[in-house]
């Protein structure tokens, strides 16, 4: 089993800036982080949720969605068992709550976006931008 435990979410206003965290677990699967493709994906209010970023277990790819471009970062610590998510520029539209996701190596590009491909999920962290 693999838990997810995001951290990081707060308030903060238009045009800040924001980490958020996502500390992984694989210890009653006995699977390493480095086993694991990681995503964000959020759910403003009243929204379905959507991909925000998603990066490789080797770090060597990422992706990124169309309204977060340029704006958000995703790394990851293999070191640490941590993946992270940089938010700059922050908008009022990226009010939501934050998930963090993990899926088995390697997720093929197509699926990369969608919810269903990521079996794992964390509890979510609430992100406020106020205009």
């Known amino acids: 089993q693999v838990q997810l435990v995001e951290s990081g979410g707060r308030l903060v206003q238009a045009g800040g800036s924001l980490t958020l965290s996502c500390a992984f677990s694989g210890r009653a699967s006995g699977r390493a982080f480095t086993e694991y493709d990681m995503a964000w994906f959020r759910q403003p209010p009243g929204k379905e949720r959507e991909f925000v970023a998603h990066i490789s277990w080797s770090s060597i790819s990422t992706y990124s969605g169309d309204s977060v471009k340029g704006r958000f970062t995703i790394f990851r610590d293999n070191a640490e068992n941590i993946v992270y998510l940089q938010m700059n520029s922050l908008k009022s539209d990226d009010t939501a709550v934050y998930y963090c996701?993990?899926?088995?190596?390697?997720?093929?590009?197509?699926?990369?976006?969608?919810?269903?491909?990521?079996?794992?999920w964390g509890q979510g962290t609430q992100v406020n931008v106020s205009s």
């Open positions: 996701a993990a899926a088995e190596a390697a997720i093929l590009i197509p699926s990369i976006p969608k919810s269903i491909a990521y079996p794992y």
